[in-house]
């Protein structure tokens, strides 16, 4: 009866912060004054702090800041917004500068400048200007479209509205990172779990008037699109920021050799606490250029920068349970779910416990009392649990050896490569037979990098699924759409809305279609890959029927691991259906073949031997910029063999006897019209 009760008081107090919460936050004037929205906050957390089974997701703990606007207008940014590789210690930053020497192939003493800039943590935006002129604010969204938050970005000060300098260039897209300083966030902590989410939120408000009574700060730092920029290197580009009216941070540095990388990570990770403003790491670019247009990107992000994150943040909390979750390839993954905390400004509840052998080298059990850590914006995992503050009844977890979804028998795969059994278990159920399995490649296939449909999120997919409105991919493009108009929460707009989300999606990629399919190991490198190497869905669907897979060796960077997944995936029947009913409902680009005036169209190389101030991978994306491809074996199909230095003897007999061209480097870069 108790129990029932505080639930009853514990639930009053929710609905009540959360009319305050709408009031303050959607229509913009508060029912109550700071001092009674903090009481009725504290209140909440004091309950839930003694009784553990009081949980809301609209709890304060929980809740941060508010549900920004849905409605800007989304726009194509005309270069994409990529991310950056993370790296965590000094062997990674190591390994960063070792993958760029053997890309450009330089010498290994080769002094490589960096551009090494604190990494702010707050929101990017792009900012357009043409003739000097402010035209135009995009949030950076999936990094190919954002929203146009245009106007609220006419109200921060630091964004300059007008630039005269004659060297500005005519058009360009100038990116930064727009923040709140840490002594602006204190008025706004009670309604904000952090700087970050106070900056997200201003900025997307709905009414600029809003978003202007919040001091937000730009910082710039790069640039998208741009015609007319007369700059050579990173650390010139910062400088000119300057001079034309952008804020830089005042601790972004010149340097080279990872030492003194290292020695300015560290310099900077003690003034940490004493700037004014969050910063989570270093992002360091290659300064050069040229250098970096070589070097070019990895799916979204680019080669020659790399994030080198701070140390993490650890709390101690209580696991109150552990739960199974399964993934898209059936991988069955252990969450603890924890007493919720707040670890360097973000409430955490869930932290992985990676697989099973992970939990039984910990003894991981639950109501341990765990040290729990959090890096940047990786998933918090458990670092050690305190084995003395363990109850007396405490039990050992066993980890299940049945799909806890579908009930089928769980697997450790062999893997012939590494010669090791596999630390993940996973659920053997083809077929879409398992409603977990199948539920999260739903998910996976709405999701950003694969159809990306406007409104239609993981929350949706399992609510549709579970009103047996979808079980197939091509099920969301045949929506029983009157059906979900007498939905609670749904009206005749929020379908229409719906309706043309999904239908603009029906017009799609080769690339992102393979991708959205969620075959085991293909990511968005892979897809990019056989899109490339299939360009038409109706090759890529009758491939499977020839039973060649092996063929798909031949494309560079792709292994026996990617050809078994892609074997088995067409193995199962249920997505040859799939991918038959999905070419009915939808319209599937062709892959762009590489520009038709490409030098090397219609032909094949092979580089054998060492080459000369080029590396493979270089030469592997000239080839494929020029229109041409590379393959891995001497056949009829290899048009030309370019040699370097000791080549496989091998090789150039079986290319001489099938009367295939060898050529040396020299040759092949005139081939390009490049002398050197
Ligand atoms: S450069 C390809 N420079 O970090 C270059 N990014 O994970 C990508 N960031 O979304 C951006 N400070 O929000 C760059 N000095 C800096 C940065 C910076 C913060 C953020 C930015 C971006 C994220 C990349």
Excluded at 75 to 101: C, G, T, V, W, Y
Excluded at 123 to 146: Q, V
Excluded at 147 to 176: A, C, Q, Y
Aim: glycine share 6%.
């Amino acid at each position: 009866m108790e129990k029932k009760n505080i639930k009853k008081i514990y639930k009053s107090k929710i609905d009540l912060i959360k009319k305050y919460n709408k009031y303050y936050f959607d229509k913009n004037s508060p029912l109550v004054s700071d001092n009674k929205y903090d009481n009725l906050k504290m209140e909440i957390l004091k309950l839930e702090n003694d009784y553990d089974y009081l949980d809301s997701k609209f709890s304060p703990s929980k809740n941060v800041g508010f549900k920004p606007s849905k409605n800007f207008k989304k726009i194509l940014h005309r270069a994409p917004m990529l991310s950056l590789a993370n790296a965590f210690s000094e062997e990674d930053l190591i390994n960063f500068e070792k993958k760029i020497i053997n890309f450009l192939s330089i010498n290994k003493n080769f002094k490589i400048f960096y551009s090494a800039e604190p990494k702010i943590d707050g929101i990017s935006a792009s900012l357009t200007y043409k003739n000097g002129n402010f035209e135009k604010g995009l949030s950076r969204g999936d990094g190919k479209e954002g929203e146009d938050i245009t106007e609220n970005l006419k109200t921060i000060l630091d964004i300059p509205k007008k630039i005269l300098s004659k060297d500005f260039p005519k058009e360009i897209d100038i990116r930064g990172e727009i923040f709140i300083q840490n002594s602006d966030f204190k008025s706004l902590s009670e309604k904000f779990a952090n700087p970050r989410n106070a900056a997200s939120g201003s900025l997307r408000q709905k009414n600029p008037e809003e978003t202007k009574k919040i001091p937000l700060k730009f910082i710039a730092y790069t640039f998208g699109y741009e015609k007319g920029l007369m700059v050579n290197n990173q650390s010139d580009f910062l400088n000119k920021l300057n001079e034309w009216g952008f804020k830089t941070n005042p601790l972004n540095n010149l340097t080279s050799g990872i030492k003194n990388l290292m020695e300015n990570y560290k310099e900077i990770e003690k003034k940490r606490a004493n700037i004014d403003f969050d910063i989570d790491g270093i992002v360091y670019k290659v300064n050069d250029f040229v250098m970096q247009k070589r070097l070019g990107n990895v799916a979204n992000a680019p080669r020659w920068a790399i994030a080198h994150k701070f140390s993490s943040n650890k709390a101690v909390s209580k696991i109150l349970d552990i739960e199974i979750q399964i993934g898209r390839t059936g991988a069955l993954t252990p969450v603890a779910k924890i007493k919720p905390i707040n670890i360097g400004g973000v409430i955490v509840s869930n932290a992985t416990l990676h697989n099973e052998d992970e939990i039984n080298r910990k003894d991981i059990r639950i109501g341990d009392t765990a040290v729990i850590e959090r890096a940047g914006d990786v998933i918090p995992h458990i670092l050690s649990i305190d084995k003395q503050k363990r109850s007396s009844n405490s039990k050992k977890f066993i980890f299940p050896k049945n799909c806890p979804s579908c009930g089928s028998e769980t697997i450790k795969e062999y893997n012939k490569f590494t010669k090791k059994v596999d630390a993940v278990r996973r659920c053997s159920s083809e077929d879409y037979n398992c409603n977990k399995i199948s539920i999260e490649k739903l998910k996976h296939f709405v999701s950003k990098e694969a159809f990306n449909i406007d409104g239609f999120g993981k929350k949706i997919v399992e609510s549709f699924w579970k009103l047996k409105l979808i079980k197939y991919p091509q099920d969301i493009f045949k929506l029983d759409y009157l059906k979900i108009e007498k939905l609670d929460g749904w009206g005749k707009l929020s379908v229409q809305n719906l309706k043309y989300s999904i239908n603009q999606k029906k017009n799609i990629s080769l690339e992102r279609f393979i991708y959205s399919l969620g075959i085991r190991h293909i990511g968005l490198e892979n897809a990019k890959l056989l899109s490339k190497h299939f360009i038409s869905f109706s090759k890529f669907k009758n491939f499977s029927k020839q039973n060649h897979f092996e063929d798909l060796l031949n494309i560079d960077g792709i292994g026996d691991t990617q050809v078994n997944s892609i074997k088995s995936f067409f193995l199962t029947e249920a997505n040859k259906k799939v991918l038959n009913e999905l070419e009915k409902v939808l319209e599937i680009k062709d892959a762009i073949q590489n520009s038709d005036s490409g030098l090397l169209k219609n032909k094949t190389f092979l580089v054998t031997g060492k080459l000369n101030g080029i590396s493979r991978a270089e030469v592997k994306s000239l080839i494929e910029e020029n229109s041409g491809k590379t393959i891995s074996s001497v056949s009829k199909k290899l048009n030309y063999l370019i040699t370097g230095e000791k080549p496989t003897k091998k090789k150039v007999d079986n290319a001489k006897e099938l009367k295939i061209k060898v050529i040396n480097q020299v040759e092949f870069l005139r081939m390009l019209n490049k002398t050197s």
